[in-house]
């Protein structure tokens, strides 16, 4: 079965900081880009997952949203099979499961993200 598994998640308190893993099962990470999405309490089914941080297939282009940049950092280990996403300074806003999946690029639509994983928890509470 070809996914992503992602781990990493917890508790935290505010100001924290937590290091999310994503790793290609059944497939390679090679020509791909890779984002990371979050889907807090509620999320309305059938709307968009918020998209948090991407890196591009060769690695020379990363995208944050307004909220993530300055704080998550985004990396890959093609040789891992694996990226990262570094999250600082977190706030009780970050609270969410977190998700990556495969797209063409960082821009493309976001129907086009696949090879969804189950997602890891992240708490940010006092």
């Known amino acids: 079965q070809q996914q992503f598994v992602e781990s990493g998640g917890g508790l935290v308190q505010p100001g924290g900081s937590l290091r999310l893993s994503c790793v290609a099962s059944?497939?390679?990470?090679?020509?791909?880009?890779i984002g990371w999405f979050r889907q807090v309490p509620g999320h309305p089914s059938g709307k968009e997952r918020e998209r948090v941080a991407c890196v591009s297939s060769n690695k020379d282009r990363t995208w944050y949203s307004d909220s993530a940049k300055g704080r998550f950092t985004i990396a890959r280990d093609n040789a891992k099979n694996t990226v990262y996403l570094q999250m600082s300074s977190l706030e009780p806003g970050d609270t969410a499961v977190y998700y990556c999946?495969?797209?063409?690029?960082?821009?493309?639509?976001?129907?086009?993200?696949?090879?969804w994983g189950q997602g890891t928890q992240v708490t940010v509470s006092s």
């Open positions: 059944g497939f390679t990470l090679e020509g791909i880009a």
């Open positions: 999946a495969a797209r063409p690029t960082c821009y493309a639509a976001y129907y086009l993200s696949h090879h």
